[in-house]
Nanobody, 127 residues
Framework: QVQLVESGGGLVQAGGSLRLSCAAS????????VGWFRQAPGKERDFVAH???????????DSVKGRFTISRDNVKNTVSMVYLQMNSLKPEDTAVYYC?????????????????WGKGTLVTVSS
């Protein structure tokens, strides 16, 4: 069982920035594709961003394109991390943010494609 842990959430004013981090309990995390998702109160969990195992391919929801950046550092023989840099934050970005892992053979970037999930970190953007 792979455990994912998100960190970096908090309260920020509109226009501000936060960087979320996702760490995994396994060194094979560097071979997983990773997605960030978010869920606002009373709403479904939505896709935010996705990065492939090498970091060479990324994909974003239209609502965050140009404001959020997903990245990862896969350093050999160490625990890999995946990040979500969030700039120009808006009140509508307020949600619990989850990272999720997609193991080989890499099913895709939808909620149902993910194999493991973290417990989430809360991001609150005040107006």
């Amino acid at each position: 069982q792979v455990q994912l842990v998100e960190s970096g959430g908090g309260l920020v004013q509109a226009g501000g920035s936060l960087r979320l981090s996702c760490a995994a309990s396994t060194r094979t995390f560097s071979t997983y594709a990773v997605g960030w998702f978010r869920q606002a109160p009373g709403k479904e969990r939505d896709f935010v961003a996705h990065i492939n195992w090498s970091g060479g391919s990324t994909y974003y929801a239209d609502s965050v394109k140009g404001r959020f950046t997903i990245s990862r550092d896969n350093v050999k023989n160490t625990v890999s991390m995946v990040y979500l840099q969030m700039n120009s934050l808006k009140p509508e970005d307020t949600a619990v943010y989850y990272c999720a892992a997609d193991l080989p053979p890499y099913n895709g970037y939808r909620v149902n494609d993910m194999d493991y999930w973290g417990k989430g970190t809360l991001v609150t953007v005040s107006s």
